[in-house]
């Protein structure tokens, strides 16, 4: 046997067991790498050494065995005694020739129209450092609406032209750079861009060649038998004659497009290629490139879709980057660089901004080209017509854009745009089921397209449907973007019912549909739309979402005014809109998962319903939300309003929506979505259970989430709630930054959960607080692992440990406070060992102190600081203010500047028989909640959280009001008074 095979028993490569996750699941995924039946066979290849006949890769060969990049012919000199060109000389051929490929960017078409010079127009992409975790199982423009929200982010930007470049602190190679990003999202551009940099010398010098080798061209030489040295032979002729050492030179392959793979890689395989002189399939040869057996040295670039990035193993993976396409400042760069009339591009984005659908969809440069071409002809003076404001309207008016443009006049005599519209269609929505986005000559034919008359076609075929002439020749086609592909679907399937009421569903074997719509007859365009409403539903990877919302919206006279312009038949049929907009509210109602209900709520948007949504608003501006019970379907459009806002919530608060009618846990559970796209989660104080636990642990470790930091502090999590959350913090998916646990009963078993996740997943969290609880030993030793220079945390607090610390509720930060002499009022008495005072008629002869109140008023001796909680009990008629304060608040006079909540140095809370009111900075604050029987007042301060709650304390405790602001000094309990009125401090220093 070769010795660059391995035996039957021996893996590819060391240390790699198992191939990539299984898929159980049966639905498409939008990823085409099933069918190639369709797919035409490449012509022979007559290159050098390689056999038509070759069926393994045990071919003898007579080249000499060497682990170099060797691409040659057989002879050395040729007949006239001249030598092989050396690298300049292959180079100053070879660069200009990838210049002239990619120096153009065709937004929308390939081969035909205008190009664009990439360097005009080119903005650079928001690209970050990602990990290769679990598959989202959303639709991508659902990944794509998370994404908007995670801009603001802290995640280090890498430029195209650094991806293989380390970022500061990380010293290891970086061979294999595995790029993901949504369909249309710059992948590609940012492949294109990286090369074109290098063949004009700007960039990436290092590199002495790049070969360029799209996925999709690679199918088209799945059956073939040869070598790598042919391989690149017959891509790059002009590298024929020269032989290269990787020794002594750099070679990047980029292999664009890993979701449009249809090769069958296979890392498991028992196959073990180490000579490029070695013939084999075309998958051995990548694989073997991949995983670093063929040509160790070589850089490798991947790009891929999502649903396929677990393709590769982790193993062969030393970088991961995802392309999260224009934040916000780059949409309008694009804007303003596309369209050189500056008034209309800033009308356009104005425009944009308005509809927040709209706008988080320009993350996708397709979709701003997409704006741009219809915008900047409807918001000129030739234009006339109602704006989109939907996706749905958006898209229909590219459609008739597009078919507006004539190129072939003879050609349109014989085929109309709305034959071609038709076919174009079933292509869409056969190719849509089958989750293909590429597809090949036979998919035309069966649609009844010809592909010569296709590639002629005016400006429908070039600007929509694409055909790509590769390197290698082979014709491949695809819609320019998964969505048009998915509006066209949503046409056909449309018009297959108003104008023959067909159901295109029953027509496709492989449909998830047929099952439910076989022999099924429609009475009404809205029964099809509700069949079509539950199977979307029913997809576990909502690869329905976006099809089902252009499929309503066509449904609208509104759009159907709009189709006419486009087609001579739109077909009738009964509709009534609101039975599907009741429909889709009943889903609602049932409660289906969060992520499904925001999808319906797009749905109801393209219908034009904002009912739900308003009267949520109402309930947000009116500050009601708290105190009103909600519904089911109302908490979705809670979810649904937030997310959707024109304001990003980076930070998101629960306890604005906590109130007497929803427990913590509830309301968390009903927000979840809302708490996976922010930054920034704060749950301090809530009463959070375990219970809550389990799904911020699915939270955290969510493949689109944005979450960077998470306080949980003063929550009773127990060692079982930090467990279920550590099993979050070990996924590769978990992003998190700092997590805030302080007060929350952990154990020294809990802190050892903690430990073992950082472990597992020692690169992202940066700050833990885990204060005022009982870590005994395990503190220890995460202050040792503190010390692993593999470990990213930089800041771990333990401290103000101890056994009783592990306490339910705010009694675990008891502190024991006295009250202070020097600065009581002379009509305030002192007893129980300064624990209590009592507000008097008389004066009492104390001596003079510069610290003495005038008013009457008393400061304790003790300062707070970090967290602590103190209970007072009072009494009176007229009521009690019980505050803190700094302590360089002035003592003479009775001015505002002196008493407790008329100045910026203290805050107070006027507690009576029947109301509370909040005092700080002389505004003061009706409460609306209602004092009960109890004259028991709680007290928390969270120091360096700037955190100061009031509390009721009878068998329960029920907050009063909590202030969130900036501490810049050490506070002082303190207590103003009225005749009569007495305060005694409850806690007892044994507690302690």
């Given at each position: 046997m070769d010795k660059t095979q391995t035996s039957g028993d021996e893996d590819l490569f060391l240390g790699y067991s198992s191939v990539h996750k299984k898929r159980s699941e049966p639905e498409p995924s939008h990823v085409s790498m099933k069918s190639d039946a369709s797919m035409i066979q490449p012509i022979k290849l007559n290159s050098g050494d390689t056999q038509p006949g070759l069926s393994s890769v045990q071919q003898k060969r007579s080249d000499p065995e060497s682990n170099c990049l060797s691409m040659k012919r057989h002879v050395t000199v040729g007949q006239s005694g001249e030598t092989r060109p050396d690298l300049s000389q292959v180079l100053n051929t070879f660069r200009p020739n990838l210049m002239k490929k990619f120096e153009c960017l065709y937004e929308g078409t390939v081969m035909q129209g205008n190009p664009t010079l990439l360097k005009e127009i080119y903005t650079e992409l928001y690209i970050t450092e990602s990990e290769n975790g679990e598959i989202s199982n959303e639709h991508e423009v659902r990944q794509i609406e998370t994404q908007s929200r995670g801009a603001a982010t802290e995640d280090t930007v890498i430029k195209c032209n650094d991806i293989f470049r380390p970022l500061p602190g990380q010293d290891k190679p970086i061979r294999t750079v595995l790029t993901k990003g949504v369909a249309g999202i710059g992948k590609t551009v940012s492949m294109q861009k990286f090369i074109l940099d290098w063949a004009e010398g700007k960039e990436n010098?290092?590199?002495?060649?790049?070969?360029?080798?799209?996925?999709?061209?690679?199918?088209?030489?799945?059956?073939?038998?040869?070598?790598?040295?042919?391989?690149?032979?017959?891509?790059?002729?002009?590298?024929?004659?020269?032989?290269?050492?990787?020794?002594?030179?750099?070679?990047?392959?980029?292999?664009?497009?890993?979701?449009?793979?249809?090769?069958?890689?296979?890392?498991?395989?028992?196959?073990?290629?180490?000579?490029?002189?070695?013939?084999?399939?075309?998958?051995?040869?990548?694989?073997?490139?991949?995983?670093?057996?063929?040509?160790?040295?070589?850089?490798?670039?991947?790009?891929?879709?999502?649903?396929?990035?677990?393709?590769?193993?982790?193993?062969?993976?030393?970088?991961?980057?995802?392309?999260?396409?224009?934040?916000?400042p780059q949409k309008e760069e694009y804007f303003r660089k596309r369209i050189s009339d500056q008034s209309v591009s800033n009308r356009i984005i104005s425009h944009l901004k308005s509809s927040r659908s709209l706008f988080n969809m320009c993350h996708i440069p397709v979709f701003c080209w997409i704006s741009a071409a219809v915008l900047e002809k409807m918001l000129s003076q030739a234009e006339s017509g109602e704006i989109p404001r939907t996706l749905t309207q958006m898209y229909t008016h590219f459609l008739i854009l597009q078919t507006n443009i004539k190129h072939q006049k003879d050609y349109e005599k014989k085929v109309t745009d709305e034959d071609m519209i038709l076919k174009l269609g079933k292509l869409a929505f056969q190719q849509l089921v089958k989750g293909n986005l590429i597809f090949y000559e036979e998919d035309l034919r069966e649609c009844g397209i010809d592909v010569k008359e296709a590639s002629v076609y005016s400006g429908l075929c070039t600007q929509i449907f694409r055909e790509e002439l590769g390197l290698y020749q082979g014709k491949v086609f695809c819609f320019i973007h998964l969505s048009l592909q998915e509006h066209l679907a949503a046409l056909y399937a449309h018009l297959s019912f108003t104008i023959n009421n067909i159901n295109v569903f029953d027509q496709t074997k492989q449909s998830l549909l047929s099952k439910i719509f076989k022999q099924k007859k429609y009475n009404s365009l809205s029964e099809l739309n509700q069949r079509v409403v539950d199977e979307a539903l029913q997809s576990k990877n909502g690869h329905l979402d976006l099809f089902l919302r252009f499929l309503l919206g066509l449904s609208l006279e509104s759009n159907q005014t709009l189709l006419r312009k486009l087609l001579t038949r739109t077909g009738s049929c009964s509709y009534k809109k609101e039975e599907t907009v009741q429909y889709i509210k009943q889903k609602i109602r049932e409660n289906c998962c969060p992520e499904k209900s925001i999808n319906l709520f797009h749905c109801l948007n393209e219908l034009g319903d904002d009912s739900l949504m308003l009267e949520i608003q109402h309930y947000l501006k009116s500050g009601e939300i708290k105190e009103t019970k909600l519904s089911s379907s109302q908490w979705s459009a809670l979810v649904y309003v937030l997310l959707t806002s024109e304001q990003k919530m980076d930070v998101f608060d629960l306890k604005q929506f906590i109130g007497a009618q929803h427990t913590a846990d509830k309301v968390l559970q009903n927000l979840l979505p809302v708490v996976k796209e922010s930054r920034s989660v704060q749950l301090c104080g809530c009463n959070l259970t375990a219970q809550s636990c389990e799904s911020l642990s699915s939270a955290i470790q969510s493949s689109n989430s944005v979450l960077r930091e998470l306080d949980l502090s003063n929550n009773d999590l127990k060692d079982s709630g930090v467990k279920l959350l550590s099993d979050g913090l070990k996924s590769p998916n978990c992003q998190l930054e700092i997590l805030r646990l302080s007060g929350c009963m952990v154990t020294e078993k809990g802190c050892r959960y903690v430990s073992s996740a950082l472990s597992s997943n020692p690169s992202h969290l940066r700050e833990l607080d885990l204060s005022y609880n009982y870590p005994g030993d395990s503190g220890v030793k995460l202050r040792i692992q503190l010390e692993d220079p593999n470990c990213s945390l930089d800041k771990l607090n333990v401290d103000h440990g101890g056994e009783y610390r592990v306490t339910a509720g705010l009694q675990k930060w008891a502190c024991f406070l006295t009250l202070d002499p020097n600065t009581t009022n002379t009509q305030l008495i002192l007893s129980e060992e300064n624990r209590k005072v009592t507000c008097v008629r008389e004066d009492q002869s104390y001596p003079d102190h510069p610290d003495r109140f005038d008013a009457h008023q008393v400061l304790c001796s003790e300062s707070v600081c970090g967290c602590c909680y103190w209970e007072i009990e009072w009494s009176g008629d007229y009521g009690v203010h019980v505050s803190v304060s700094y302590k360089s608040i002035r003592r003479k006079g009775w001015g505002d500047e002196c008493v407790f909540g008329r100045n910026d140095q203290s805050w107070s809370l006027f507690c009576s028989a029947d109301r509370y009111s909040f005092i700080h900075s002389d505004i003061e604050t009706c409460l609306p909640v209602k004092p009960i029987s109890s004259s028991r007042i709680g007290v928390y301060v969270d120091h360096s959280a700037g955190t100061l709650s009031f509390y009721s304390v009878s068998d329960t405790t029920s907050l009063i009001h909590t202030v969130q602001t900036t501490f810049t000094q050490l506070l002082y309990p303190g207590f103003g008074f009225n005749i009569g009125s007495s305060v005694k401090l409850l806690m007892n220093q044994n507690r302690l």
């Amino acid at each position: 046997m070769d010795k660059t095979q391995t035996s039957g028993d021996e893996d590819l490569f060391l240390g790699y067991s198992s191939v990539h996750k299984k898929r159980s699941e049966p639905e498409p995924s939008h990823v085409s790498m099933k069918s190639d039946a369709s797919m035409i066979q490449p012509i022979k290849l007559n290159s050098g050494d390689t056999q038509p006949g070759l069926s393994s890769v045990q071919q003898k060969r007579s080249d000499p065995e060497s682990n170099c990049l060797s691409m040659k012919r057989h002879v050395t000199v040729g007949q006239s005694g001249e030598t092989r060109p050396d690298l300049s000389q292959v180079l100053n051929t070879f660069r200009p020739n990838l210049m002239k490929k990619f120096e153009c960017l065709y937004e929308g078409t390939v081969m035909q129209g205008n190009p664009t010079l990439l360097k005009e127009i080119y903005t650079e992409l928001y690209i970050t450092e990602s990990e290769n975790g679990e598959i989202s199982n959303e639709h991508e423009v659902r990944q794509i609406e998370t994404q908007s929200r995670g801009a603001a982010t802290e995640d280090t930007v890498i430029k195209c032209n650094d991806i293989f470049r380390p970022l500061p602190g990380q010293d290891k190679p970086i061979r294999t750079v595995l790029t993901k990003g949504v369909a249309g999202i710059g992948k590609t551009v940012s492949m294109q861009k990286f090369i074109l940099d290098w063949a004009e010398g700007k960039e990436n010098q290092d590199v002495q060649l790049i070969f360029p080798l799209p996925l999709r061209e690679l199918n088209l030489m799945k059956d073939k038998t040869l070598s790598l040295s042919d391989l690149l032979n017959f891509f790059f002729p002009e590298i024929k004659e020269l032989e290269i050492s990787v020794e002594k030179y750099k070679v990047l392959f980029i292999f664009d497009g890993l979701d449009e793979c249809r090769l069958s890689l296979d890392f498991k395989r028992k196959v073990k290629l180490c000579k490029i002189s070695k013939s084999a399939s075309v998958d051995v040869l990548l694989t073997n490139l991949i995983v670093g057996n063929l040509l160790p040295s070589a850089l490798i670039w991947i790009t891929s879709r999502p649903a396929a990035a677990d393709l590769i193993p982790s193993e062969c993976v030393h970088r991961v980057t995802e392309v999260r396409g224009f934040n916000d400042p780059q949409k309008e760069e694009y804007f303003r660089k596309r369209i050189s009339d500056q008034s209309v591009s800033n009308r356009i984005i104005s425009h944009l901004k308005s509809s927040r659908s709209l706008f988080n969809m320009c993350h996708i440069p397709v979709f701003c080209w997409i704006s741009a071409a219809v915008l900047e002809k409807m918001l000129s003076q030739a234009e006339s017509g109602e704006i989109p404001r939907t996706l749905t309207q958006m898209y229909t008016h590219f459609l008739i854009l597009q078919t507006n443009i004539k190129h072939q006049k003879d050609y349109e005599k014989k085929v109309t745009d709305e034959d071609m519209i038709l076919k174009l269609g079933k292509l869409a929505f056969q190719q849509l089921v089958k989750g293909n986005l590429i597809f090949y000559e036979e998919d035309l034919r069966e649609c009844g397209i010809d592909v010569k008359e296709a590639s002629v076609y005016s400006g429908l075929c070039t600007q929509i449907f694409r055909e790509e002439l590769g390197l290698y020749q082979g014709k491949v086609f695809c819609f320019i973007h998964l969505s048009l592909q998915e509006h066209l679907a949503a046409l056909y399937a449309h018009l297959s019912f108003t104008i023959n009421n067909i159901n295109v569903f029953d027509q496709t074997k492989q449909s998830l549909l047929s099952k439910i719509f076989k022999q099924k007859k429609y009475n009404s365009l809205s029964e099809l739309n509700q069949r079509v409403v539950d199977e979307a539903l029913q997809s576990k990877n909502g690869h329905l979402d976006l099809f089902l919302r252009f499929l309503l919206g066509l449904s609208l006279e509104s759009n159907q005014t709009l189709l006419r312009k486009l087609l001579t038949r739109t077909g009738s049929c009964s509709y009534k809109k609101e039975e599907t907009v009741q429909y889709i509210k009943q889903k609602i109602r049932e409660n289906c998962c969060p992520e499904k209900s925001i999808n319906l709520f797009h749905c109801l948007n393209e219908l034009g319903d904002d009912s739900l949504m308003l009267e949520i608003q109402h309930y947000l501006k009116s500050g009601e939300i708290k105190e009103t019970k909600l519904s089911s379907s109302q908490w979705s459009a809670l979810v649904y309003v937030l997310l959707t806002s024109e304001q990003k919530m980076d930070v998101f608060d629960l306890k604005q929506f906590i109130g007497a009618q929803h427990t913590a846990d509830k309301v968390l559970q009903n927000l979840l979505p809302v708490v996976k796209e922010s930054r920034s989660v704060q749950l301090c104080g809530c009463n959070l259970t375990a219970q809550s636990c389990e799904s911020l642990s699915s939270a955290i470790q969510s493949s689109n989430s944005v979450l960077r930091e998470l306080d949980l502090s003063n929550n009773d999590l127990k060692d079982s709630g930090v467990k279920l959350l550590s099993d979050g913090l070990k996924s590769p998916n978990c992003q998190l930054e700092i997590l805030r646990l302080s007060g929350c009963m952990v154990t020294e078993k809990g802190c050892r959960y903690v430990s073992s996740a950082l472990s597992s997943n020692p690169s992202h969290l940066r700050e833990l607080d885990l204060s005022y609880n009982y870590p005994g030993d395990s503190g220890v030793k995460l202050r040792i692992q503190l010390e692993d220079p593999n470990c990213s945390l930089d800041k771990l607090n333990v401290d103000h440990g101890g056994e009783y610390r592990v306490t339910a509720g705010l009694q675990k930060w008891a502190c024991f406070l006295t009250l202070d002499p020097n600065t009581t009022n002379t009509q305030l008495i002192l007893s129980e060992e300064n624990r209590k005072v009592t507000c008097v008629r008389e004066d009492q002869s104390y001596p003079d102190h510069p610290d003495r109140f005038d008013a009457h008023q008393v400061l304790c001796s003790e300062s707070v600081c970090g967290c602590c909680y103190w209970e007072i009990e009072w009494s009176g008629d007229y009521g009690v203010h019980v505050s803190v304060s700094y302590k360089s608040i002035r003592r003479k006079g009775w001015g505002d500047e002196c008493v407790f909540g008329r100045n910026d140095q203290s805050w107070s809370l006027f507690c009576s028989a029947d109301r509370y009111s909040f005092i700080h900075s002389d505004i003061e604050t009706c409460l609306p909640v209602k004092p009960i029987s109890s004259s028991r007042i709680g007290v928390y301060v969270d120091h360096s959280a700037g955190t100061l709650s009031f509390y009721s304390v009878s068998d329960t405790t029920s907050l009063i009001h909590t202030v969130q602001t900036t501490f810049t000094q050490l506070l002082y309990p303190g207590f103003g008074f009225n005749i009569g009125s007495s305060v005694k401090l409850l806690m007892n220093q044994n507690r302690l």
